[in-house]
């Protein structure tokens, strides 16, 4: 499992990537300008893509997450900030 987060001024956006049998999961919460979105996003390696939404209220706290887990070198959001 590895984290990502991007913040910057009304934008908070976090992710957890994992792979698991040729799949890559992708949980994100993103808010933005007092909007919040987050689901799954999956990713085959056949590159098949599928996003699921939450669609009840998110109540998740995936930003607990940082200091727990490695940062996720390939992703944009960490802005190469990754040790």
């Keep these: 499992m590895l984290y ?4 910057r001024y009304g934008t908070d956006r976090v ?3 994992f792979g698991e049998q040729g799949t890559e999961y992708t949980v994100f919460d993103y808010r ?3 909007v919040r979105r987050a689901g799954v ?7 098949r893509q599928r996003e ?3 669609h ?3 109540t998740g ?3 607990g997450l940082k200091n727990r887990l490695p940062c996720d070198t ?3 959001l960490n802005l190469g900030t990754c040790r």
């Design 4 to 7: 990502a987060q991007y913040s």
């Design 15 to 17: 992710e957890v990537r």
């Design 32 to 34: 933005e300008d007092g």
């Design 41 to 47: 996003r999956l990713a085959s390696s056949g590159g």
């Design 52 to 54: 699921i939404a939450c």
């Design 56 to 58: 009840a209220p998110i």
């Design 61 to 63: 706290h995936l930003g």
């Design 74 to 76: 390939d992703s944009a």
